[in-house]
């Protein structure tokens, strides 16, 4: 939604066939994450998911940069992360570098032999199926492979990059934060960012964008929500997420 015209009027036609003429509110995913990590305050969005978008709010004005898909961008995402472990893995796979510890991961993740795993990805060019590979990557990141970890260093230099560049807009320090499932890679990848944007800097996780679209309804309906409720809707998520976890594993 809001990426292009065509888009934004494909994607409310489909949402229209579902819910019909019943009042509602369709906007990108990426404003919902805004909201839950800062809420109405003037700050700046890095929102890492499957892809990557930056939103900031000025007074009373939302502006917008990256979310530029994966082919031409999508930097410091999922997969982009994954895209890029898949670049340093064919030059383990011809040589160029002595490990051979992301080659094993693809040939696991994709459940072929190298060769065979490269040509189906090239074939299929499934970004969810690829993004799904990042995790992977952060596992040999957290083991402390260098080449793992320099991937990870690329990524938190470009959310620095792009947090630096609209800064300069603002007259005081404004509420920064960094959402998204990439922020699951673990602290290691967290304390990069810390290092390099700002230490007050807020990490929020994928599923917790979910209470953007709470905060947003309630808004709409005139219901004023602050800080305090905020973190109980955010305490009320991460237990559900971690009943549903428990329950997995039972």
């Given at each position: 939604?809001?990426?292009?015209?065509?888009?934004?009027?494909?994607?409310?036609?489909?949402?229209?066939?579902?819910?019909?003429?019943?009042?509602?509110?369709?906007?990108?995913?990426?404003?919902?994450?805004?909201?839950?990590?800062?809420?109405?305050?003037?700050?700046?969005?890095?929102?890492?998911?499957?892809?990557?978008?930056?939103?900031?709010?000025?007074?009373?004005?939302?502006?917008?940069?990256?979310?530029?898909?994966?082919?031409?961008?999508?930097?410091?995402?999922?997969?982009?992360?994954?895209?890029?472990?898949?670049?340093?893995?064919?030059?383990?796979?011809?040589?160029?570098?002595?490990?051979?510890?992301?080659?094993?991961?693809?040939?696991?993740?994709?459940?072929?032999?190298?060769?065979?795993?490269?040509?189906?990805?090239?074939?299929?060019?499934?970004?969810?199926?690829?993004?799904?590979?990042?995790?992977?990557?952060?596992?040999?990141?957290?083991?402390?492979?260098?080449?793992?970890?320099?991937?990870?260093?690329?990524?938190?230099?470009?959310?620095?990059?792009?947090?630096?560049?609209?800064?300069?807009?603002?007259?005081?320090?404004?509420?920064?934060?960094?959402?998204?499932?990439?922020?699951?890679?673990?602290?290691?990848?967290?304390?990069?960012?810390?290092?390099?944007?700002?230490?007050?800097?807020?990490?929020?996780?994928?599923?917790?964008?979910?209470?953007?679209?709470?905060?947003?309804?309630?808004k709409d309906m005139g219901i004023h929500a602050g800080i305090n409720e905020k973190q109980d809707l955010i305490q009320q998520i991460n237990e559900m997420v971690y009943l549903r976890d428990i329950m997995t594993l039972k």
């Open positions: 939604m809001g990426d292009t015209k065509q888009l934004t009027q494909l994607g409310e036609s489909l949402v229209r066939e579902k819910i019909g003429t019943r009042d509602s509110v369709i906007i990108n995913d990426g404003l919902l994450s805004y909201s839950a990590a800062n809420m109405d305050r003037d700050g700046i969005v890095f929102d890492g998911g499957t892809g990557s978008i930056v939103f900031y709010k000025m007074g009373d004005t939302y502006y917008r940069r990256a979310g530029w898909d994966w082919f031409s961008g999508d930097n410091a995402s999922a997969a982009w992360i994954a895209r890029k472990a898949l670049n340093v893995a064919t030059m383990e796979y011809d040589g160029i570098l002595k490990e051979k510890l992301l080659v094993r991961e693809v040939e696991n993740y994709f459940g072929n032999d190298f060769p065979d795993a490269i040509a189906g990805i090239e074939q299929t060019r499934n970004k969810r199926h690829v993004s799904g590979f990042a995790p992977s990557v952060s596992k040999l990141a957290r083991a402390g492979y260098e080449e793992a970890i320099n991937i990870f260093e690329e990524s938190s230099d470009y959310i620095a990059a792009m947090v630096k560049s609209i800064l300069p807009q603002y007259k005081t320090t404004p509420e920064i934060s960094v959402i998204g499932g990439t922020m699951m890679a673990g602290e290691f990848y967290t304390d990069m960012i810390r290092r390099k944007v700002s230490p007050d800097v807020n990490i929020f996780f994928s599923y917790q964008a979910a209470i953007g679209g709470i905060l947003t309804l309630m």
